[in-house]
């Protein structure tokens, strides 16, 4: 029966493209266990025909007595799972030289992703020593043979790749529980898999068009993509506009590496987004919150001479002042004229473009002008406290990793429903809320402003909706404007952005029954960074980093406890574009400018931004936490309140506090003193506004607030 290995392996390299890779780091002169997560009941026979020959299979007896034929075929060894022994006949099998191949997971994927991982693999690892080997079994989960067909398109044949990783061990912890070491082993475990699994997903040259292509194959083009205000598209839809808008623009852009979106989250949006990726064109998001010169300054800064928009938009949002402004540097092309312009002709060729899937141009790189060409980056601006913006330039590789890496940790699929009414010029809009469910097969509702509080919990109940997103500003106002039934069908809501407040956390799971998970990111980071999840959450942290993610804390000085925050990845900005300079390489560590806390579980704690401290008598005060105290005594939900700090001749700086309606300092005063806390948390004064400044994000506009008060001190001083 030699003769049937071979046979089988040409079979499925034939039958389903199979690509296995890492097998030269099989090492079997050590103890060993591999270790695949498990996807469907082709895994073993995709296993017994490409690992050596000495490795043996742990098969439960119930499978060992169904498949007893195929099992003769390779070595293996039954054991009872509901037997307290089968552990130690596994850890004398280890010992004894053999490799075993078992699954962490116990069992089948039932979510698509991977599920828990049982301490029985973890307690042989420690009294074996064993090398650990971490395989990555990724696109069997579309067969036929997985056990998640009701959440995803399946096929009979469906492309299928193995990743064998790095082999590492968890040495034993003299003083600690064994209960604990087997938790920790267990984590590492199901971290190592997370990561290996990321690795067989990542490729080289992506470009978001043809993954579009590519999903729509996957979940059937006529499935649906994505619904907004004015109509739904399914991805054949979306794809044959995006092709015909696509041959309209192309004259417009034919010498242009860049163009301008000023538009709300919705169809349009989108159609345009993979209109410029097909050209090879690359977007920049423009910011249409950010006021008329922050628009003039980020076209500067990308060179940009054509800006997108629409007609009913700008007349909708009061951008008309702003779009005549822009108009006398820049193009202004409205997708109104745009589609009224689309004849037959265009339709014919949009259709046969479809028909022959032609695809996007090879990526390119930036430019010595800084403007992107070859369709192979986005351009965001940055809302930081720079007087001009900086264009933050991602690429296809960057989007496309922070879209597998969300896809490694949480068990989203095609029978989710995003629901998403962030703006695309904010990353979390664009990655989380756009790109991630078009290029998973996740259908996703676009709605055009989040701050809509008390429709866009009817829309969400009304579209059953599971996911939704937001910073804990439009979360908030979602909780309090939404009826308790409205988000009965929502399985994750996500906070981003800004901090999760506590009572917003507490709000959705007193009144939904709702856990928010809350995560960290930037824009640089296209731009998760880390995330609770429901494998791995802790409350009150920012959650883990991301599977390929690496980290550093860099000291503070003045600051005691955590550092700031550097990090590597394959989601890192290729660089920024600076006014006036260009296009600027990101270094190799990318410092995220905030001040965090890890713990020995990996869990993050935001600080503070560092650019949110107060130097007052030498002393390092954190604003973010002068906010929080503030919140905590006045307990008032519909405060709003920002803290910001302004020059001081004695002690360097002072921190005034922004308010929307009157409160006693007297009584912070004395909730400071009842804590224990420093003084030098105490603001210097309180300023009363009418409505908090917000950045389109839905976070207080700080830099308007520190204009403001400066504008105040200098008035103060004249009188």
Known sequence: MSFLIPLLRALLRICFRLNISGLEKLDFRQ????????????????????????AAFVVNTKIAARFRLLLKLRSHITVDPLNPYSVRTMVKVVQSGVPLVLFPEGRITTTGSIMKIY????????????????????????????????????????????????????????????????????????????????????????????????????????????????????????????????????????????????????????????ALFRLGVTPAMLNFSAGRQSLLDACETASLRTVLTSREFAAKAKLEPAIEALAQRCRIVYLEDV??????????????????????????????????????????????SESKPKGVVLGHEQLYANIQQARVVFDFTEADK??????????????????????????????????????????????????????????????????????????????????????????????????????????????????????????????????????????????????????????????????GQGFVPCPDWYDCGDVVETDDEGFLTMKARLKRFAKIGGEMISLQLVEELAAACYRDSSLALAAVSVPDGRKGERIVLYVTKPVRLQELKAYLAARGSTPLLLPSRTETIDAMPLLGSGKPDYVALKRLAGEIEIAGAEA
């Open 31 to 54: 103890p060993t266990i591999l270790m695949p997560n498990h996807v469907s009941l082709l895994d073993a026979v995709l296993l017994a025909a490409f690992l050596p020959e000495e």
């Open 119 to 274: 301490p029985g693999i973890a307690y042989i690892a420690l009294k074996t020593g064993a090398r650990l080997v971490p395989i990555a079994i990724d696109g069997a989960e579309r067969s036929k043979l997985s056990y998640i067909g009701r959440l995803v398109r399946t096929a009979w044949f469906p492309r299928i790749a193995v990743h064998i990783g790095d082999a590492f061990t968890v040495a034993p912890q003299p003083g600690v529980p064994m209960k604990r070491q087997k938790e920790r082993a267990a984590d590492a475990i199901l971290l190592a898999l997370q990561d290996v699994l990321l690795r067989a997903r990542l490729k080289p040259g992506v470009n978001l068009f043809n993954e579009l292509l590519l999903q729509a194959s996957r979940s059937g083009w006529g499935s649906p993509a994505c619904e907004d205000l004015s109509q739904a598209l399914s991805y054949r839809k979306l794809a044959a506009a995006s092709y015909v808008f696509a041959r309209k623009l192309r004259p417009l852009l034919a010498d242009q590496g860049a163009a301008g979106l000023l538009l709300p989250s919705s169809n349009g949006h989108v159609i345009a987004l993979f």
């Open 339 to 384: 589609k009224a312009e689309v004849g037959p002709a265009d339709k014919l060729s949009g259709l046969l473009d479809l028909i022959l899937r032609r695809k996007a141009p090879a990526a390119g790189t930036p430019s010595r002008s800084g403007s992107a060409t070859g369709g192979s980056e986005a351009i965001l601006f940055t809302s930081g």
């Open 418 to 579: 995003m629901f998403n009414a962030l703006p695309m010029f904010h990353s979390f809009g664009l990655t989380v809320g756009t790109l991630l469910p078009l290029l998973t097969g996740m259908p996703v509702y676009l709605y055009p402003s989040p701050l809509h509080y008390r429709v866009i919990p009817e829309v969400a109940y009304d579209r059953n909706a599971t996911i939704i997103i937001g910073t804990s500003t439009f979360l908030a106002g979602y909780g309090r404007a939404a009826h308790p039934f409205d988000f009965r069908s929502i399985r994750y809501a996500v906070a981003g952005g800004e901090k999760l407040k506590d009572e917003v956390r507490e709000l959705w799971s007193r009144k939904f029954g709702i856990r928010v998970l809350e995560g960290y990111g930037t824009t640089e980071a296209a731009p998760v960074v880390s995330i609770n999840t429901p494998l791995a959450s802790k409350q009150g942290t920012l959650g883990r980093l991301l599977p390929g993610l690496r980290s550093r804390i860099s000291p503070v000085p003045g600051i005691d406890s955590g550092g700031s925050l550097q990090i590597q990845g394959p989601n890192v900005m290729k660089g920024y574009l600076l006014h």
